[in-house]
């Protein structure tokens, strides 16, 4: 059993149906799209609208380039689903619904079918670590059917190199995959009134890698104004994978997985080898589980040069307090550290052995004597004096819901309180049933994995079974959620909800999400405390390229110095 996982418009709406409401045609600024009527009834669904033009070839790392237009209504009901390049295991397991493109940048939009205009509307990123997945994988479609007063978008992004190589140059500036993500966001400003949705009502969720993103998207000026209301799930932006600590260091060492013979040393040459390297030779290297909790390619701090996405750190952002604070929707499940269960067996041995190795990427150290110190303070507090051993596995998930997701979530609501935000609603989904697998080694423990929360409310393209009690909190999730998408508050004034009042900068209060909710203080006192220490002392924060202590050096047909220094520090952070 899996576990169950995370404008102005120029344009007006010109709607035409079929005699049998089989159909839905609208016009957007591109041209007249077409969408087919769901199965089951009650939607309309439209598939693969181009949003944006991925840029091919030699040019594969730059911004994204405005999409094509046409004449004829343009078929957005076609059955194979449109992903990104990108490691062959999920692919792989629907091969004959799965077309891999390198020009992917298309939306899904579900439509209710209802004759009501200026429906609310959810834009949902997706996650997979910034290496996997597609828009399509979740939808929210028996949702929309239950509520029927709000559009959904999906899509696709650049993923793993293609998304996010960072060399800081004028052809691979790093963040290709989060700009696409911004153009998403104006292509619904542009075009979701045509679809009978309100371009001024836009909530963005994201689970996952798409939580950091939906995070990172607040953050940023480039995406200011393009929605209205935020609901990351399970993850944050100040998470040791969710940003690039040494990007140069990242991009050498992969080219030498790709070819051992790649030329590295020399700025010049390592972009030359990326522009023309292919894309299926770049994702034909397999993918590792990091140590350090972190991943390969993920979003960078850019230069500051025309159009970069962000050019100062998330935590740099945080404390300054220079973003538009918008309603959030905040939080995690109590075994995050599930999505490393399948790993223990290796892990536990491993973490015996040199439990430094397991530290997260975002930390640093004066001396080898002193991370030393650090590792074994760290595997004191979850461990105490025993080893890593099958009698304290609910240990080894608890490290790692810390270390990957919950403590970079509280780290940051405290940051957002403190920097004047008032309407942060945080959250601990605990929810399980007798399909919840039963965790390893242990006789009846049982717990929320990573993002099951996400998977309480979309549903998946393979659905899961479900118990009548799943039934019923899936309810309470999606009421939940839709109370937030439409108020900005998850408990609105009349609600038979518990009352849930928006966070302090001690974090409480939080809600408890089970089969009961229940307002609870302050969420993992003693760990949130423990990493806070840690963290003041040892925190390796992110900067652009060309601010490290090394450089690479190019000499242009002028004759003129550059330097290009590219993130050097003295640890090499390769996150997932």
């Given at each position: 059993?899996?576990?169950?996982t995370?404008?102005?418009?120029?344009?007006?709406?010109?709607?035409l149906?079929?005699?049998?409401?089989?159909w839905?045609q609208?016009e957007?600024?591109?041209?007249?799209?077409?969408?087919?009527?769901?199965?089951?009834?009650?939607?309309?669904?439209?598939?693969?609208?181009?949003?944006?033009?991925?840029?091919?070839?030699?040019?594969k790392?730059?911004p994204?380039?405005?999409?094509?237009?046409?004449?004829?209504?343009?078929?957005?009901?076609?059955?194979?689903i449109?992903?990104?390049?990108?490691?062959?295991?999920?692919?792989?397991?629907?091969?004959?619904?799965?077309d891999?493109?390198e020009?992917?940048?298309?939306?899904n939009?579900?439509?209710?079918?209802?004759?009501?205009?200026?429906?609310?509307?959810?834009?949902y990123?997706?996650?997979?670590?910034y290496?996997?997945g597609?828009?399509?994988?979740?939808?929210?479609?028996?949702?929309?059917?239950?509520k029927?007063?709000?559009?959904?978008?999906?899509?696709n992004?650049?993923?793993?190199?293609?998304?996010?190589?960072?060399?800081?140059?004028?052809?691979?500036?790093?963040?290709?995959g989060m700009?696409?993500?911004?153009?998403?966001?104006?292509?619904?400003?542009?075009?979701?009134?045509?679809?009978g949705?309100?371009?001024?009502?836009?909530?963005?969720?994201?689970?996952?890698?798409?939580?950091?993103?939906?995070?990172?998207?607040?953050?940023?000026?480039?995406?200011?104004?393009?929605?209205?209301r935020?609901?990351?799930?399970?993850?944050?932006?100040?998470?040791?994978?969710?940003?690039?600590?040494?990007?140069?260091?990242?991009a050498?060492?992969?080219?030498?997985?790709?070819?051992?013979?790649?030329?590295?040393?020399?700025?010049?040459?390592?972009?030359?080898?990326?522009?023309?390297?292919?894309?299926d030779?770049?994702?034909?290297?397999?993918?590792?589980?990091?140590?350090?909790?972190?991943?390969?390619?993920?979003?960078?701090?850019?230069?500051?040069t025309n159009g970069?996405?962000?050019?100062?750190?998330?935590?740099?952002?945080?404390?300054?307090?220079?973003?538009?604070?918008?309603?959030?929707?905040?939080?995690?499940?109590?075994?995050?550290?599930l999505?490393?269960?399948?790993?223990?067996?290796?892990?536990?041995?491993?973490?015996?052995?040199?439990?430094?190795?397991?530290?997260?990427?975002?930390?640093?150290?004066?001396?080898?004597?002193?991370?030393?110190?650090v590792?074994?303070?760290?595997?004191q507090?979850?461990?105490?004096?025993?080893p890593?051993?099958?009698?304290?596995?609910l240990?080894?998930?608890?490290?790692?819901?810390?270390?990957?997701?919950?403590?970079?979530?509280?780290?940051?609501?405290?940051?957002?309180?403190?920097?004047?935000?008032?309407?942060?609603y945080?959250?601990?989904?605990?929810?399980?049933?007798?399909?919840t697998?039963v965790?390893?080694?242990?006789?009846?423990a049982?717990?929320?994995a990573?993002?099951?929360q996400?998977?309480?409310?979309?549903d998946?393209?393979?659905?899961?079974?479900?118990?009548?009690?799943?039934?019923?909190?899936?309810?309470?999730?999606?009421?939940?959620?839709?109370?937030?998408?439409?108020?900005?508050?998850?408990?609105?004034?009349?609600?038979s909800?518990?009352?849930?009042?928006?966070?302090?900068?001690?974090?409480?209060?939080?809600m408890?999400l089970?089969?009961?909710?229940?307002?609870?203080?302050?969420?993992?006192?003693l760990r949130?405390?423990?990493?806070?220490?840690?963290?003041?002392?040892?925190?390796?924060?992110?900067?652009?390229?060309g601010?490290?202590a090394?450089?690479?050096?190019q000499?242009?047909?002028?004759?003129?110095?550059?330097?290009?220094?590219?993130?050097?520090?003295?640890?090499?952070i390769?996150?997932?």
């Amino acid at each position: 059993m899996a576990w169950r996982t995370c404008v102005f418009l120029l344009c007006v709406t010109a709607v035409l149906a079929d005699d049998d409401g089989d159909w839905l045609q609208v016009e957007i600024e591109q041209g007249p799209v077409r969408g087919a009527k769901d199965p089951n009834g009650d939607l309309y669904s439209f598939y693969n609208i181009p949003y944006a033009t991925g840029p091919t070839g030699e040019n594969k790392f730059k911004p994204p380039l405005p999409p094509p237009n046409w004449t004829e209504p343009f078929n957005a009901t076609a059955e194979k689903i449109i992903v990104c390049p990108q490691n062959h295991i999920i692919i792989g397991l629907m091969p004959d619904v799965i077309d891999e493109k390198e020009d992917c940048l298309v939306a899904n939009v579900f439509v209710p079918d209802t004759t009501e205009k200026d429906l609310s509307v959810v834009v949902y990123v997706h996650g997979g670590g910034y290496s996997t997945g597609f828009g399509n994988l979740y939808r929210g479609t028996q949702f929309i059917r239950e509520k029927k007063d709000f559009i959904m978008v999906t899509f696709n992004y650049r993923l793993h190199i293609h998304g996010f190589l960072c060399l800081g140059t004028e052809d691979v500036p790093g963040n290709a995959g989060m700009k696409d993500q911004v153009e998403l966001l104006r292509w619904v400003q542009k075009n979701i009134a045509s679809f009978g949705g309100n371009p001024n009502d836009v909530t963005l969720v994201g689970s996952s890698a798409g939580s950091a993103s939906v995070e990172l998207l607040m953050l940023t000026k480039s995406a200011e104004n393009l929605f209205h209301r935020v609901v990351p799930e399970s993850s944050g932006s100040l998470a040791a994978w969710a940003v690039q600590r040494d990007p140069l260091e990242i991009a050498k060492e992969y080219a030498k997985k790709i070819n051992e013979q790649a030329m590295v040393d020399d700025i010049n040459s390592l972009e030359r080898f990326y522009k023309t390297t292919s894309l299926d030779a770049m994702n034909a290297v397999p993918i590792p589980d990091r140590t350090d909790s972190a991943v390969y390619f993920s979003p960078c701090v850019e230069r500051n040069t025309n159009g970069a996405f962000l050019t100062e750190s998330p935590l740099t952002i945080l404390k300054k307090g220079d973003y538009k604070k918008l309603p959030m929707l905040y939080g995690f499940t109590n075994m995050e550290g599930l999505l490393r269960i399948d790993l223990f067996e290796t892990w536990k041995d491993n973490m015996n052995e040199n439990f430094t190795d397991f530290l997260p990427a975002d930390l640093q150290f004066g001396s080898d004597t002193e991370k030393l110190q650090v590792a074994n303070t760290v595997k004191q507090f979850y461990f105490g004096n025993d080893p890593v051993s099958n009698e304290n596995i609910l240990k080894y998930v608890d490290f790692f819901t810390d270390v990957l997701f919950t403590i970079p979530i509280l780290w940051a609501a405290k940051l957002f309180v403190e920097a004047g935000h008032t309407q942060v609603y945080m959250y601990e989904y605990v929810y399980a049933d007798e399909y919840t697998p039963v965790v390893p080694h242990t006789d009846d423990a049982r717990g929320a994995a990573h993002c099951a929360q996400t998977f309480a409310w979309l549903d998946p393209l393979v659905p899961l079974p479900e118990t009548p009690e799943y039934q019923k909190m899936r309810g309470t999730v999606r009421e939940i959620w839709h109370n937030f998408m439409k108020t900005g508050t998850p408990v609105p004034e009349g609600s038979s909800l518990p009352s849930w009042p928006a966070i302090g900068a001690d974090r409480s209060p939080h809600m408890v999400l089970n089969a009961t909710l229940e307002l609870q203080g302050i969420p993992l006192p003693l760990r949130k405390s423990f990493w806070e220490e840690i963290y003041d002392k040892h925190y390796l924060d992110s900067v652009p390229p060309g601010s490290g202590a090394g450089s690479i050096v190019q000499t242009n047909m002028f004759a003129v110095l550059t330097i290009y220094v590219l993130f050097s520090f003295t640890r090499k952070i390769i996150v997932e």
